[in-house]
């Protein structure tokens, strides 16, 4: 398709497991994001690529939480010993040029349920 | 530390009537802001967005102001269609950063 795809569209994980969370951007965009979205709240921002470069993680909310975009397309967002607390819808967002100012596409998002 | 934020919740509109949702903002190095659309089980949606050197840019059908003096944004929806149910979030973008800082969020309903 020609928009962000994100898989597992669903995710359930006992606590204490690792889970990761694939995110396809657009063909040919150079900027990704990862933003975490908890139930009724707005989307948080967690980390951002420009291509394999990643140029903020600040909003990463400990070091369980890890991101790569190896080749400067795909990413996979990894939670280590995943918590109850890290239930949450997890966005990616892709955009054509870096730097802010460029319109932000979404995936659907891959909503993570910690038991 | 800064946010964006929202007057209002919900908010409940009649099919035909216009629309507005309103959003504050407190960092006055933000430099750009936008409006997106979420549908339930979806992704944000761009709808609009406003450079701080402008105070109003229109869409098809939407119209986004900007008062910097009262950092304050508003979205407005002219005749609006059940379509237009979801919930809408403001975001801002702070000069220099790379990322968005979104408000908790409006859910608009439509009534028949």
């Known amino acids: 398709g020609a928009g962000v795809s994100q898989s597992p569209r669903y995710k359930v994980a006992k606590r204490g497991q690792d889970v990761a969370l694939r995110c396809d951007p657009i063909?040919?965009?150079?900027?990704l994001f990862w933003y975490q979205q908890a139930l009724g709240q707005g989307p948080e921002f967690l980390t951002y690529?420009?291509?394999?470069?990643?140029?903020?993680k600040s909003g990463l909310p400990s070091d369980r939480f890890f991101a790569e975009r190896p080749e400067g397309s795909v990413s996979t967002l990894k939670i280590q010993r995943t918590q109850q607390e890290d239930s949450a819808v997890y966005l990616c967002?892709?955009?054509?040029?870096?730097?802010?100012?460029?319109?932000?596409?979404f995936g659907e998002g891959s909503r993570l349920t910690v038991l | 530390g800064e946010s964006v934020g929202l007057h209002l919740p919900t908010l409940s509109v009649q099919e035909g009537d216009n629309s507005i949702i309103n959003c504050a903002y407190s960092?006055?190095?933000?430099?750009?802001f936008i409006w997106y659309k979420q549908e339930s089980g979806k992704g944000p949606q761009f709808i609009i967005d406003?450079?701080?050197?402008?105070d109003k840019r229109q869409g098809q059908r939407v119209t986004v102001l900007l008062n910097k003096t009262v950092k304050h944004l508003s979205l407005q929806i002219a005749a609006t269609q059940p379509g237009d149910s979801a919930v809408y979030f403001c975001?801002?973008?702070?000069?220099?950063?790379?990322?968005?800082?979104f408000g908790q969020g409006t859910r608009l309903t439509i009534n028949p």
């Open positions: 967002a892709s955009s054509l040029f870096g730097g802010p100012g460029g319109e932000l596409f």
């Open positions: 063909s040919g965009h150079v900027s």
């Open positions: 690529f420009q291509n394999e470069a990643q140029l903020d």
């Open positions: 960092n006055s190095a933000s430099d750009y």
């Open positions: 406003i450079r701080s050197n402008m």
């Open positions: 975001a801002e973008n702070i000069q220099g950063a790379q990322k968005l800082v």
